[in-house]
């Protein structure tokens, strides 16, 4: 039963993947092998059979993991990330590597050296980013999780345009070690799931300290399955309404505005806070960002992993076309950005500050949870947008992620859940971020709420 239930699902994402470009590459043979012998098994597995595609970002030992970028087309990694390595212990079996805007950098997908995957609910459009393709493997019911990654907004905002349910855990709740560096005091890896149950499975499983991760945190797992029914009522939500203004498509904040209402309707209690510094938050957010990738991205050398050009005459030479014909346009400008806000003379102005100002989201946020259990804010100003729309206009693209960055720069968990259809068919989100470590009452909020109000619409390509 469980081999024919993993066979179905290679079938469906090999036949919609022409359509929608939503995996780099799909593991059939790896596929099959595991669920034959995770069939043989005796011993009861939590995710036993449960098929899940991976961002390709995330190291899958023997597969390739490209992190979307030609420097890394033929690169494949050599061993788990841990969050693999506690999947497949747990019975789960990995059927494919998703697409993904280049080293994770972008909101569309677009930056992807393979071609930007498709918005199963309209083909036209983008399915959001940088983890594109996990969203769009499970928005099209190929399967029902998928693991993302998230530095700014990466997992919840592609969940929104594609209608799922998206989480980015506290940071440190869920091991880095074989996730692709591109931020790394921002870094998480993230999960999507069909439903907030699916992707509360799977957490429970990840989540957890481990020795090769450092910044991975010790705090106690909870089984997040077993509250996911608790009753809400008397759970207070905080409405930060400064976020609300300027910006905001008008369908997102009617649809948003609903979704206050529904809480409220099912008994939560809504409160006004303020998050002041939030607004600082894109600026903030991508100093920080690319000051860290273009350190981090220094070890794509032509010498250490995947692609080296050909016919240079010594090892500079080497390095500087290796990278100028390995990296696309997007990462190629935040090495830059990053180089300058690190070089001295600009360090101060730029590098510095930003870290202050991001003491002072923290700050903000930790004020705002000493009035309320749950933040909510709408998770992106727009539905999904035209390819091709924002690709020419990187400040239009970084726009996209005014809601979402504030929650990397404090380090909080966050989801996002359906929460309506604007009038030409395309999904809205809704965002509820938390204070550390509260992944559960955010999924406990999201589940009731998905089970009361579902989305009751399917994209228009879903596997049957
Ligand atoms: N849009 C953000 C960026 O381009 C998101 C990145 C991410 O979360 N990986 O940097």
Same mark, same amino acid.
């Given at each position: 039963?469980?081999?024919?239930?993993?066979?179905?699902?290679?079938?469906?994402?090999?036949?919609?993947?022409?359509?929608?470009?939503?995996?780099?590459?799909?593991?059939?043979?790896?596929?099959?092998?595991?669920?034959?012998?995770?069939?043989?098994?005796?011993?009861?597995?939590?995710?036993?059979?449960?098929?899940?595609?991976?961002?390709?970002?995330?190291?899958?030992?023997?597969?390739?993991?490209?992190?979307?970028?030609?420097?890394?087309?033929?690169?494949?990694?050599?061993?788990?990330?841990?969050?693999?390595?506690?999947?497949?212990?747990?019975?789960?079996?990995?059927?494919?590597?998703?697409?993904?805007?280049?080293?994770?950098?972008?909101?569309?997908?677009?930056?992807?050296?393979?071609?930007?995957?498709?918005?199963?609910? *309209?083909?036209? =459009? +983008?399915?959001?980013?940088?983890? !594109?393709?996990?969203?769009?493997?499970?928005? &099209?019911?190929? @399967? #029902? $999780?998928?693991?993302?990654?998230?530095?700014?907004?990466?997992?919840?905002?592609?969940?929104?345009?594609?209608?799922?349910?998206?989480?980015?855990?506290?940071?440190?709740?869920?091991?880095?070690?074989?996730?692709?560096?591109?931020?790394?005091?921002?870094?998480?890896?993230?999960?999507?799931?069909?439903?907030?149950? *699916?992707?509360? =499975? +799977?957490?429970?499983?990840?989540? !957890?300290?481990?020795?090769?991760?450092?910044? &991975?945190?010790? @705090? #106690? $797992?909870?089984?997040?399955?077993?509250?996911?029914?608790?009753?809400?009522?008397?759970?207070?939500?905080?409405?930060?309404?400064?976020?609300?203004?300027?910006?905001?498509?008008?369908?997102?904040?009617?649809?948003?505005?609903?979704?206050i209402d529904n809480f409220r309707s099912l008994g939560a209690e809504i409160v006004d806070v303020e998050i002041p510094y939030a607004k600082y938050g894109i600026a903030v957010y991508y100093i920080i960002a690319t000051a860290e990738a273009s350190s981090n991205l220094a070890?794509?050398?032509?010498?250490?992993?995947?692609?080296?050009?050909?016919?240079?005459?010594?090892?500079?030479?080497?390095?500087?076309?290796?990278?100028?014909?390995?990296?696309?346009?997007?990462?190629?400008?935040?090495?830059m950005l990053g180089t300058y806000v690190l070089s001295s003379g600009y360090y101060d102005a730029y590098y510095s500050k930003a870290q202050k100002v991001r003491a002072l989201v923290k700050a903000d946020y930790q004020k705002a949870f000493t009035k309320c259990d749950a933040?909510?804010?709408?998770?992106?100003?727009?539905?999904?947008?035209?390819?091709?729309?924002?690709?020419?206009?990187?400040?239009?693209?970084?726009?996209?992620?005014?809601?979402?960055?504030?929650?990397?720069?404090?380090?909080?968990?966050?989801?996002?859940?359906?929460?309506?259809?604007?009038?030409?068919?395309?999904?809205?989100?809704?965002?509820?971020?938390?204070?550390?470590?509260?992944?559960?009452?955010?999924?406990?909020?999201?589940?009731?709420?998905?089970?009361?109000?579902?989305?009751?619409?399917?994209?228009?390509?879903?596997?049957?």
């Amino acid at each position: 039963m469980i081999i024919e239930e993993i066979e179905r699902t290679l079938d469906n994402a090999e036949r919609l993947n022409p359509q929608l470009n939503s995996f780099l590459s799909i593991e059939r043979e790896h596929a099959l092998s595991r669920i034959h012998e995770v069939s043989k098994q005796t011993q009861p597995k939590p995710l036993l059979g449960t098929a899940i595609a991976v961002k390709d970002n995330i190291c899958t030992r023997g597969m390739r993991t490209s992190c979307g970028s030609h420097i890394l087309h033929n690169y494949k990694a050599h061993y788990d990330a841990t969050a693999i390595k506690r999947l497949n212990e747990a019975g789960a079996v990995v059927i494919g590597k998703t697409n993904m805007d280049e080293f994770a950098m972008g909101s569309s997908n677009e930056s992807s050296a393979f071609g930007s995957a498709k918005n199963p609910w *309209d083909l036209n =459009r +983008v399915p959001g980013g940088s983890s !594109g393709g996990s969203a769009v493997a499970v928005a &099209s019911g190929v @399967v #029902r $999780v998928a693991l993302g990654s998230e530095t700014g907004g990466s997992v919840r905002q592609p969940a929104s345009l594609c209608g799922i349910f998206g989480l980015k855990p506290t940071y440190g709740r869920i091991s880095r070690y074989g996730l692709v560096a591109f931020a790394s005091s921002l870094d998480n890896i993230g999960i999507f799931g069909l439903t907030s149950l *699916d992707a509360a =499975r +799977v957490l429970s499983v990840i989540a !957890g300290r481990d020795e090769l991760d450092s910044t &991975s945190a010790d @705090v #106690r $797992v909870p089984d997040y399955e077993s509250t996911i029914n608790d009753d809400i009522k008397g759970k207070t939500i905080g409405i930060p309404r400064e976020l609300f203004g300027e910006g905001l498509d008008d369908q997102v904040r009617n649809a948003v505005e609903k979704s206050i209402d529904n809480f409220r309707s099912l008994g939560a209690e809504i409160v006004d806070v303020e998050i002041p510094y939030a607004k600082y938050g894109i600026a903030v957010y991508y100093i920080i960002a690319t000051a860290e990738a273009s350190s981090n991205l220094a070890r794509f050398d032509g010498v250490r992993y995947g692609f080296r050009a050909e016919g240079s005459h010594n090892l500079r030479e080497m390095y500087m076309k290796t990278r100028e014909e390995g990296f696309g346009p997007e990462v190629k400008r935040r090495i830059m950005l990053g180089t300058y806000v690190l070089s001295s003379g600009y360090y101060d102005a730029y590098y510095s500050k930003a870290q202050k100002v991001r003491a002072l989201v923290k700050a903000d946020y930790q004020k705002a949870f000493t009035k309320c259990d749950a933040i909510l804010t709408p998770t992106s100003p727009s539905t999904a947008f035209k390819i091709g729309e924002r690709s020419d206009d990187p400040l239009a693209m970084y726009l996209s992620d005014i809601y979402t960055v504030s929650a990397n720069l404090a380090g909080v968990p966050a989801v996002s859940l359906p929460c309506g259809l604007s009038s030409d068919g395309l999904p809205i989100g809704t965002q509820l971020i938390g204070n550390f470590w509260s992944e559960g009452t955010l999924i406990n909020l999201a589940n009731v709420y998905e089970n009361q109000f579902p989305l009751g619409a399917k994209p228009v390509v879903f596997a049957e």
